[in-house]
């Protein structure tokens, strides 16, 4: 089946704008994580969904940040108000969650540009 | 506040060598660990996942887990050039604290 997509696959913007990242996950994974990654670092955790459950968000940077997760399938990033220090890989990664299967799997990253 | 620790290297090993990877954590619940590879520019790829201790192979690459020593490792025999990626540890207790490494950068030399 279809692994992990994510969209747009680059996005550049204006400082202040906002902007939507998507994350279509695997079909029948019930957790979806999204993480940051800058140029040279390491992953950063945002934020988790698992199922009905509320979010873990515990990783949002800011109040700029927000993510929602529709149908507990796609889930959406918004970034409002871009700053310049918000440029980045924006990496999106689901599993089952179960024990014995925990494994994740990425997809492929936004690059966000802030200009 | 889980931490999961990793030399971020470089490490640099001449090609046909054993690359040795080290990984502590500090969450004696930690329950799964995985190891991850990611090529310049590309998405982390899973490369294997160890749950009991002692070693587990896969082809070229070992996992080995001391779950006493709050330890995880990853050899590679025979390195190749084309295994030189970043190298992320990652840790979880039953998919509800998943909390990765910085990162070891590997570098293997021709």
């Known amino acids: 089946g279809a692994g992990v997509s994510q969209s747009p696959s680059n996005k550049v913007t204006e400082k202040g704008k906002d902007v939507e990242l998507r994350c279509d996950p695997i079909s029948g994974h019930t957790a979806l994580y999204w993480y940051r990654q800058s140029l040279g670092q390491g992953l950063e955790f945002l934020i988790y969904?698992?199922?009905?459950?509320?979010?873990?968000k515990s990783g949002l940077p800011s109040d700029r940040f927000s993510a929602e997760r529709t149908g507990g399938s796609v889930s959406t990033l918004t970034i409002q108000r871009t700053q310049q220090e918000d440029s980045a890989v924006y990496l999106c990664?689901?599993?089952?969650?179960?024990?014995?299967?925990?494994?994740?799997?990425f997809g492929p990253g936004t690059r966000l540009l802030v200009l | 506040q889980k931490e999961v620790e990793q030399n971020s290297g470089p490490l640099s090993v001449p090609e046909g060598a054993i690359a040795s990877l080290n990984c502590t954590y500090s969450d004696r619940g930690s329950q799964s660990f995985f190891w991850y590879r990611q090529y310049s520019g590309k998405s982390p790829e899973l490369i294997m996942f160890i749950y009991s201790n002692g070693d587990k192979e896969d082809g070229r690459f070992t996992a080995q887990l001391n779950k006493a020593s709050q330890y995880v490792s990853l050899l590679i025999r025979d390195s190749q050039p084309s295994d030189s990626a970043t190298y992320l540890c990652?840790?979880?207790?039953?998919?509800?604290?998943?909390?990765f490494g910085p990162g070891t950068r590997l570098s293997v030399l021709p």
């Open positions: 990652a840790i979880d207790n039953y998919g509800q604290n998943f909390v």
């Open positions: 990664a689901s599993s089952l969650a179960l024990e014995g299967e925990e494994t994740q799997y």
């Open positions: 969904f698992q199922g009905n459950s509320a979010p873990d």
